[in-house]
């Protein structure tokens, strides 16, 4: 059964199953759309190889097969460079009370 990891292992962002925006590699390796753009170019900082858009499991599998909580991150050479975090992630603005 293919894990669905909940976060992308470069930025941390959240990637919940039905999000487009999770790409893996054959080892289940999972980045967001902007960190493999940007960073890694479409390929896997792991392993080398691809990365593809991960599918979405129908929410009726789901409910059998969930989604793993566990959340991966690996400190990648090219994940140290400073970069805003992503809007799901970001503080909320100051209060001006």
């Not at 967001?32 to 691809?50: K, Q």
Request: hydrophobic fraction near 30%.
């Amino acid at each position: 059964m293919l894990e669905l990891r909940p976060n992308c292992e470069c930025c941390d962002r959240d990637l919940p199953p039905e999000s487009d925006q999770a790409l893996i590699c054959t080892f289940e390796c999972t980045f967001c759309v902007d960190c493999v753009e940007s960073r890694f170019l479409g390929v896997c900082p792991n392993c080398g190889g691809g990365l593809s858009a991960r599918p979405i499991r129908p929410e009726s599998a789901l409910h059998r097969f969930p989604a793993s909580l566990k959340r991966v991150y690996k400190a990648h050479p090219a994940c140290a460079n400073p970069r805003s975090p992503p809007p799901s992630r970001q503080a909320p603005p100051p209060s001006w009370a």
